[in-house]
Protein backbone atom coordinates (compact mmCIF):
# COMPACT_ATOMS: atom_id res chain seq x y z
CA UNK A 1 0.00 0.00 0.00
CA UNK A 2 1.52 3.17 -0.54
CA UNK A 3 0.80 6.30 1.18
CA UNK A 4 1.50 9.66 0.02
CA UNK A 5 2.65 12.43 2.35
CA UNK A 6 -0.10 15.98 2.58
CA UNK A 7 2.02 18.73 1.31
CA UNK A 8 0.82 22.35 2.16
CA UNK A 9 0.51 24.89 -0.71
CA UNK A 10 3.16 27.14 0.87
CA UNK A 11 5.65 23.79 1.18
CA UNK A 12 4.91 23.16 -2.49
CA UNK A 13 5.60 26.26 -3.53
CA UNK A 14 8.64 26.44 -1.56
CA UNK A 15 9.94 22.81 -3.10
CA UNK A 16 8.95 24.39 -6.91
CA UNK A 17 11.05 27.46 -5.62
CA UNK A 18 13.95 25.00 -4.45
CA UNK A 19 13.79 23.04 -7.89
CA UNK A 20 14.14 26.13 -10.05
CA UNK A 21 16.80 27.37 -8.34
CA UNK A 22 15.73 30.37 -6.55
CA UNK A 23 17.73 31.07 -3.15
CA UNK A 24 15.42 30.74 -0.48
CA UNK A 25 16.24 33.96 2.22
CA UNK A 26 18.54 33.30 5.28
CA UNK A 27 17.04 33.45 8.56
CA UNK A 28 17.37 36.88 9.86
CA UNK A 29 18.35 38.55 6.71
CA UNK A 30 15.03 41.28 6.81
CA UNK A 31 16.81 42.15 10.12
CA UNK A 32 20.36 42.23 9.19
CA UNK A 33 19.21 44.31 5.67
CA UNK A 34 17.44 46.49 7.98
CA UNK A 35 20.53 47.53 9.64
CA UNK A 36 22.22 48.13 6.67
CA UNK A 37 19.48 51.17 6.33
CA UNK A 38 20.13 52.51 9.15
CA UNK A 39 23.42 52.76 9.19
CA UNK A 40 22.77 54.66 4.83
CA UNK A 41 20.76 56.69 7.10
CA UNK A 42 22.87 57.67 9.38
CA UNK A 43 25.73 58.36 7.21
CA UNK A 44 23.12 60.69 4.93
CA UNK A 45 22.37 62.72 7.86
CA UNK A 46 19.65 60.73 9.95
CA UNK A 47 21.07 60.90 13.28
CA UNK A 48 17.82 61.01 15.83
CA UNK A 49 15.71 58.36 16.11
CA UNK A 50 13.04 60.30 14.68
CA UNK A 51 14.50 61.23 11.77
CA UNK A 52 15.63 57.25 11.84
CA UNK A 53 12.09 55.92 11.81
CA UNK A 54 10.87 58.69 9.44
CA UNK A 55 13.51 58.05 6.56
CA UNK A 56 13.20 54.04 7.36
CA UNK A 57 9.26 54.10 7.42
CA UNK A 58 9.31 51.97 10.47
CA UNK A 59 8.11 52.47 13.97
CA UNK A 60 10.29 53.89 16.46
CA UNK A 61 10.56 50.69 18.56
CA UNK A 62 12.12 48.78 15.63
CA UNK A 63 14.54 51.14 14.96
CA UNK A 64 15.53 51.52 18.33
CA UNK A 65 16.25 48.15 18.47
CA UNK A 66 18.49 48.05 15.51
CA UNK A 67 20.18 51.34 16.38
CA UNK A 68 21.14 50.20 19.85
CA UNK A 69 22.16 46.44 18.50
CA UNK A 70 24.60 48.51 16.26
CA UNK A 71 25.81 50.80 18.43
CA UNK A 72 26.57 47.67 21.38
CA UNK A 73 28.83 46.26 17.97
CA UNK A 74 30.22 49.43 17.54
CA UNK A 75 28.83 50.00 14.42
CA UNK A 76 27.07 53.36 15.37
CA UNK A 77 28.18 55.63 18.51
CA UNK A 78 25.16 57.45 20.54
CA UNK A 79 26.02 60.60 22.25
CA UNK A 80 22.95 62.12 24.12
CA UNK A 81 21.35 65.02 22.81
CA UNK A 82 23.59 64.62 19.39
CA UNK A 83 22.67 61.35 18.75
CA UNK A 84 23.91 58.53 16.28
CA UNK A 85 26.81 58.93 14.50
CA UNK A 86 29.38 55.92 12.60
CA UNK A 87 30.96 53.67 14.62
CA UNK A 88 34.53 53.29 15.36
CA UNK A 89 34.10 49.39 13.94
CA UNK A 90 33.43 51.06 10.28
CA UNK A 91 36.54 52.96 10.66
CA UNK A 92 38.49 49.69 11.56
CA UNK A 93 36.86 48.14 8.56
CA UNK A 94 37.85 50.73 6.50
CA UNK A 95 41.16 51.28 6.65
CA UNK A 96 41.61 47.33 6.43
CA UNK A 97 39.69 47.75 2.80
CA UNK A 98 42.08 50.12 2.23
CA UNK A 99 44.93 48.56 3.06
CA UNK A 100 43.75 45.07 1.22
CA UNK A 101 42.78 47.12 -1.75
CA UNK A 102 45.25 47.31 -4.74
CA UNK A 103 44.55 50.44 -7.30
CA UNK A 104 45.68 48.39 -10.29
CA UNK A 105 43.57 45.37 -9.25
CA UNK A 106 40.91 47.18 -8.71
CA UNK A 107 41.17 49.24 -11.88
CA UNK A 108 42.48 46.51 -14.17
CA UNK A 109 39.78 44.84 -15.62
CA UNK A 110 37.96 48.52 -16.11
CA UNK A 111 40.79 49.38 -18.41
CA UNK A 112 41.20 45.92 -20.42
CA UNK A 113 37.40 46.69 -21.22
CA UNK A 114 38.10 50.40 -22.38
CA UNK A 115 41.05 49.01 -24.52
CA UNK A 116 38.86 46.50 -26.07
CA UNK A 117 36.22 49.14 -26.60
CA UNK A 118 38.31 51.84 -27.86
CA UNK A 119 41.30 49.91 -29.72
CA UNK A 120 43.46 51.79 -28.64
CA UNK A 121 46.30 51.58 -25.36
CA UNK A 122 44.92 52.77 -22.30
CA UNK A 123 47.58 53.81 -18.85
CA UNK A 124 47.21 53.85 -15.44
CA UNK A 125 48.91 55.98 -13.16
CA UNK A 126 49.07 58.19 -10.24
CA UNK A 127 51.20 61.04 -8.56
CA UNK A 128 54.52 60.24 -8.11
CA UNK A 129 56.15 63.52 -6.73
CA UNK A 130 56.38 66.19 -9.40
CA UNK A 131 56.07 62.97 -12.26
CA UNK A 132 53.12 61.31 -13.04
CA UNK A 133 54.24 57.08 -12.49
CA UNK A 134 53.08 54.50 -14.96
CA UNK A 135 51.05 51.46 -12.82
CA UNK A 136 49.57 49.29 -15.35
CA UNK A 137 49.46 49.49 -19.24
CA UNK A 138 46.60 47.64 -21.99
CA UNK A 139 47.80 47.94 -25.30
CA UNK A 140 45.26 48.80 -27.95
CA UNK A 141 44.56 46.55 -31.35
CA UNK A 142 45.69 49.09 -33.35
CA UNK A 143 49.34 49.14 -34.76
CA UNK A 144 50.21 52.15 -33.04
CA UNK A 145 53.46 51.97 -30.85
CA UNK A 146 53.57 54.12 -27.50
CA UNK A 147 56.40 54.39 -26.03
CA UNK A 148 55.56 54.14 -22.69
CA UNK A 149 56.57 51.57 -19.98
CA UNK A 150 54.87 50.07 -16.48
CA UNK A 151 57.31 51.93 -13.91
CA UNK A 152 57.93 54.80 -16.21
CA UNK A 153 57.43 58.31 -14.84
CA UNK A 154 56.41 61.08 -16.98
CA UNK A 155 56.33 64.68 -17.49
CA UNK A 156 52.88 66.43 -15.58
CA UNK A 157 52.08 69.12 -17.86
CA UNK A 158 52.76 67.70 -21.35
CA UNK A 159 50.93 64.37 -20.37
CA UNK A 160 47.35 63.80 -20.38
CA UNK A 161 47.60 61.55 -17.54
CA UNK A 162 49.56 64.06 -15.93
CA UNK A 163 47.37 66.80 -16.01
CA UNK A 164 44.27 64.90 -15.11
CA UNK A 165 45.98 63.70 -11.48
CA UNK A 166 46.53 67.66 -10.77
CA UNK A 167 43.38 68.98 -12.00
CA UNK A 168 42.19 69.94 -8.44
CA UNK A 169 45.29 71.54 -6.80
CA UNK A 170 44.98 74.99 -8.52
CA UNK A 171 46.80 77.99 -10.42
CA UNK A 172 49.97 78.86 -7.92
CA UNK A 173 50.63 74.84 -7.85
CA UNK A 174 50.21 74.39 -11.35
CA UNK A 175 52.89 77.00 -12.16
CA UNK A 176 54.50 75.84 -9.85
CA UNK A 177 55.04 72.55 -11.52
CA UNK A 178 55.25 74.18 -15.04
CA UNK A 179 58.06 75.93 -13.87
CA UNK A 180 59.57 72.90 -12.09
CA UNK A 181 59.74 71.33 -15.30
CA UNK A 182 61.18 74.21 -17.49
CA UNK A 183 64.13 73.96 -14.99
CA UNK A 184 64.23 70.87 -15.98
CA UNK A 185 65.55 72.01 -19.27
CA UNK A 186 63.09 70.07 -21.63
CA UNK A 187 61.55 71.89 -24.49
CA UNK A 188 57.63 72.30 -24.24
CA UNK A 189 55.59 74.46 -27.15
CA UNK A 190 52.79 75.69 -25.07
CA UNK A 191 53.61 78.70 -23.07
CA UNK A 192 52.77 78.83 -19.45
CA UNK A 193 49.76 81.39 -20.26
CA UNK A 194 48.43 79.03 -22.53
CA UNK A 195 48.73 76.14 -20.10
CA UNK A 196 47.13 77.80 -17.40
CA UNK A 197 44.01 78.44 -19.81
CA UNK A 198 43.77 74.59 -20.65
CA UNK A 199 44.00 73.61 -17.17
CA UNK A 200 41.48 76.22 -16.11
CA UNK A 201 39.37 74.33 -19.26
CA UNK A 202 40.18 71.18 -17.94
CA UNK A 203 39.53 70.91 -14.21
CA UNK A 204 36.36 72.86 -15.07
CA UNK A 205 34.98 69.76 -17.47
CA UNK A 206 36.79 66.99 -15.25
CA UNK A 207 38.97 65.77 -17.95
CA UNK A 208 42.91 66.49 -19.89
CA UNK A 209 44.53 66.19 -23.45
CA UNK A 210 47.64 65.65 -24.43
CA UNK A 211 47.71 67.02 -27.86
CA UNK A 212 50.75 65.75 -28.99
CA UNK A 213 52.67 67.80 -26.46
CA UNK A 214 54.11 64.55 -24.84
CA UNK A 215 55.00 62.96 -28.04
CA UNK A 216 55.07 63.16 -31.83
CA UNK A 217 51.92 62.47 -33.43
CA UNK A 218 50.55 60.78 -30.43
CA UNK A 219 47.49 62.19 -28.62
CA UNK A 220 45.43 61.13 -25.50
CA UNK A 221 42.51 61.96 -23.35
CA UNK A 222 42.66 61.47 -19.47
CA UNK A 223 40.32 61.38 -16.66
CA UNK A 224 41.33 61.48 -12.60
CA UNK A 225 40.27 58.58 -10.62
CA UNK A 226 38.93 59.78 -7.40
CA UNK A 227 38.07 57.62 -3.59
CA UNK A 228 36.06 57.73 -0.62
CA UNK A 229 37.66 61.23 0.45
CA UNK A 230 36.93 62.55 -3.14
CA UNK A 231 40.29 63.34 -3.90
CA UNK A 232 42.28 62.53 -6.88
CA UNK A 233 44.38 59.29 -6.10
CA UNK A 234 44.90 57.99 -9.40
CA UNK A 235 43.98 59.03 -13.69
CA UNK A 236 43.77 56.79 -16.56
CA UNK A 237 43.96 57.49 -20.15
CA UNK A 238 43.63 56.69 -23.97
CA UNK A 239 46.54 57.12 -26.40
CA UNK A 240 46.46 56.59 -29.83
CA UNK A 241 48.29 58.31 -32.82
CA UNK A 242 46.62 61.43 -34.02
CA UNK A 243 45.36 59.89 -37.44
CA UNK A 244 43.04 57.71 -35.23
CA UNK A 245 42.42 60.81 -32.47
CA UNK A 246 40.81 63.86 -34.41
CA UNK A 247 38.83 66.27 -32.63
CA UNK A 248 35.56 64.71 -33.29
CA UNK A 249 36.98 61.24 -32.16
CA UNK A 250 38.32 63.10 -28.87
CA UNK A 251 34.93 64.13 -27.74
CA UNK A 252 33.79 60.74 -28.08
CA UNK A 253 36.40 59.45 -26.03
CA UNK A 254 35.99 62.41 -23.47
CA UNK A 255 32.96 60.61 -22.22
CA UNK A 256 34.10 56.93 -22.45
CA UNK A 257 37.53 57.66 -20.45
CA UNK A 258 35.27 59.62 -18.18
CA UNK A 259 33.04 56.60 -17.83
CA UNK A 260 35.08 54.09 -16.86
CA UNK A 261 37.21 56.73 -14.63
CA UNK A 262 33.92 56.96 -12.44
CA UNK A 263 33.70 53.39 -12.55
CA UNK A 264 36.75 52.55 -11.09
CA UNK A 265 36.16 55.70 -8.63
CA UNK A 266 32.81 53.74 -7.41
CA UNK A 267 35.09 50.63 -6.63
CA UNK A 268 37.42 53.05 -4.87
CA UNK A 269 34.98 54.21 -2.68
CA UNK A 270 33.78 57.18 -4.47
CA UNK A 271 30.60 58.69 -4.32
CA UNK A 272 29.34 61.28 -6.91
CA UNK A 273 27.90 64.03 -4.46
CA UNK A 274 24.77 64.40 -6.81
CA UNK A 275 23.97 60.87 -6.19
CA UNK A 276 24.13 61.67 -2.41
CA UNK A 277 20.70 61.13 -0.57
CA UNK A 278 20.11 64.19 1.35
CA UNK A 279 18.35 63.81 4.78
CA UNK A 280 16.95 66.27 6.92
CA UNK A 281 18.11 65.73 10.80
CA UNK A 282 15.21 65.58 13.06
CA UNK A 283 15.66 65.93 16.95
Not at 75 to 96: D, I, M, Q
Request: charge should be positive; aromatic fraction near 6%.
Amino acid sequence: MTVKSKRSPKAAEDGKGAARGRPRPLPGSQTLVRGLYVLDAVASGATSLMALAEVLKMNRSTTYRLASTLVEHRYLSFTPRVGYALGPKLLELGYLARDLMSFPRVARDHIESLAAATGDTVHLGILDGTRALYLDKVPGSRRVEIRSHIGDRHPLRSTGLGKALILDMGETRWRELYESENRDGKHYGVSLTAWLKRMREYSAAGYALDLEENEDRIRCVAAPVRDATQAIVGAISVSSAAQYMDDTRMKVLVDEVSVTARAISRDMGWQDKKDRPRVATGR
